[in-house]
């Protein structure tokens, strides 16, 4: 399973923009990229994926560096909700099982 | 609300005893995957069904592990003989096959603590 990499934690203040890298040098031109956000005792939610093109939806923003060998998530405004645990997961639909590999991802702090 | 539901949300269990866990996905998803969460750490990929067809079984999944989803809708997980090292959040996840990227939705979990 190709791997990332991402810092252990990571502190923002409310209001500002937080960028939430992730490094992925191995990743195959198959591969998309997509981040969950696991809040304190839920389980892992969907924030966004991203395949070569940055993104936006609702909740984030995606983006790819051209050699797709890193990502960064920005939360354009950071809420004392957006506290959780993010990762950054490859994963592609070769096969049929499409399971999601965890690392332990960033712990994202959010001070009032 | 019709996200993915888990039951219990919590279990207590003394070693050497048997606990099911059961997972209701969202309805239209034919896709279910277990994880399994143990504290600072990311969940772990136990085990796929697509409809009623289990397809994929990590070698995390011991010979104590079973799971099964009749006609393709709930799933359950049961565990024999619970261990100490048993004890972690159990996740359930569903989703719809068929495009190029796949979004799973989780449950809440059911935590399981094995005395």
């Known amino acids: 399973d190709a791997k990332t990499t991402q810092p252990n934690s990571m502190e923002s203040n409310e209001e500002e923009p937080v960028h939430l890298p992730c490094n992925h040098s191995?990743?195959?031109?198959?591969?998309?990229i997509h981040w969950y956000r696991q809040l304190p005792s839920q389980g892992p939610e969907y924030v966004i994926h991203?395949?070569?093109s940055n993104v936006n939806n609702r909740m984030a923003s995606l983006a790819i560096a051209e050699d797709r060998k890193s990502s960064t998530l920005i939360l354009h405004r950071a809420t004392l909700r957006d506290a959780a645990v993010y990762y950054c997961?490859?994963?592609?639909?070769?096969?049929?099982?499409?399971?999601?590999?965890f690392g332990k991802g960033t712990l994202l702090t959010v001070n009032p | 609300d019709t996200g993915v539901s888990q039951n219990p949300r919590h279990k207590i269990t003394k070693r050497g005893q048997n606990v099911t866990f059961r997972c209701d996905p969202i309805?239209?998803?034919?896709?279910l995957y277990w994880y399994r969460q143990t504290l600072g750490q990311g969940p772990e990929f136990l085990t796929y069904?697509?409809?009623?067809?289990?397809?994929?079984k990590s070698r995390l999944l011991s010979d104590r592990f079973s799971a099964e989803r009749p006609k393709g809708s709930f799933s359950t997980l049961e565990i024999q003989r619970t261990e100490q090292g048993d004890s972690a959040m159990y996740l359930c996840?569903?989703?719809?096959?068929?495009?190029?990227?796949?979004?799973?939705?989780f449950g809440p979990g059911t935590r399981l603590l094995v005395l």
């Open positions: 996840a569903s989703s719809r096959s068929g495009g190029e990227a796949e979004t799973q939705y």
């Open positions: 191995t990743i195959s031109g198959t591969d998309y």
């Open positions: 991203g395949l070569t």
């Open positions: 997961i490859l994963a592609n639909s070769g096969g049929s099982n499409y399971k999601l590999t």
């Open positions: 309805s239209e998803h034919n896709r």
């Open positions: 069904f697509q409809n009623e067809a289990q397809l994929e």
